[in-house]
């Protein structure tokens, strides 16, 4: 099996294999956020490796750069963070008048005609969903970000890597924000450091799993090598996790813009954990505080964006309340 390359009239198509007459659609998203360039490469080499072992697929994986206009700049974004505009308002702005439109919300526009055109011809979860592959400018381990109506699919893919719950409350107009609209799942997946090697496994070891968890891929259709190659990446993954919380729910977003003067201070990582009162950035009214205690998620350390950290608390299981 030979998938489909990229061609030059979509430059955010990476490749896909399979078909969607005869099973799931997975579609992968990379470089959502174009500093973060791992999720793209886990992509290539998963589409590869199906290339190279002649793997059977039970369904359809499509592979997708999220902003090449971003990734080939090496930026987070052109004009506005593409993983915040997926908004009805601004979506319709764009369509109804598209010189309005700059380079992020035509990424935006470009990756819904895709959406349609894959997910059409299957219906809603769970035969069609997306993974987002991030990663963060600050060190920090791999979690899994999702909304609690996929606390199903992430108990079965079990990577042993914390799953934060709840970051869908915190802001809106996000790409899976968009899609769970239209009633398809979708999670999101931060795999590590954004030029950290590693990241790139982690991002691969999930999509494996995904493929492996939703029956595109049989394991007993893994050539020995690739069975030893995805094991590892896994295991890999796994390692990752341990001594980690299992699950976390966001309560607090703190929200900046390029005006506020936002540093974070040195040192922190995500799933820390932080006393009430610690001191944790300096903006331009001076120090930031935590309000409460909690756990750290995602602390800025890059010049672009708008969320300076948020504040979790850790569950003993997956939330079980309706969205
Ligand atoms: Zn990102």
Redesign the pocket.
Known sequence: MTHSRSTQDDPHFIGAVGDRAHGRVVAITGG??GN?PAGVAAIERVLDAVDHHRTPIRGRLVGLRGNPVALARGERFIDSDL?RIWTEERLARAVEDPSTAGADMRAALALIDRFRHEFSAVGPHPDAMLIDL??TSGDGPPFLVMADECRGFGAALDVGVPIVFGLEHQFGGSMLDWLRSRGYWGLAFEGGRNDDPQTVTCHEAIVWRTLLVTGIVDPDDLSPALAMHVRTAIETLAAQGEGLPRYLDVFYRHRIDATDGFRMEHGFRSFQAVDEGQLLAHDRNGPVVAHEPGVLLMPLYQRQGNDGFFLGRRLGAAPTRAG
């Open positions: 959502v956020h973060e993983n991030h990663s």
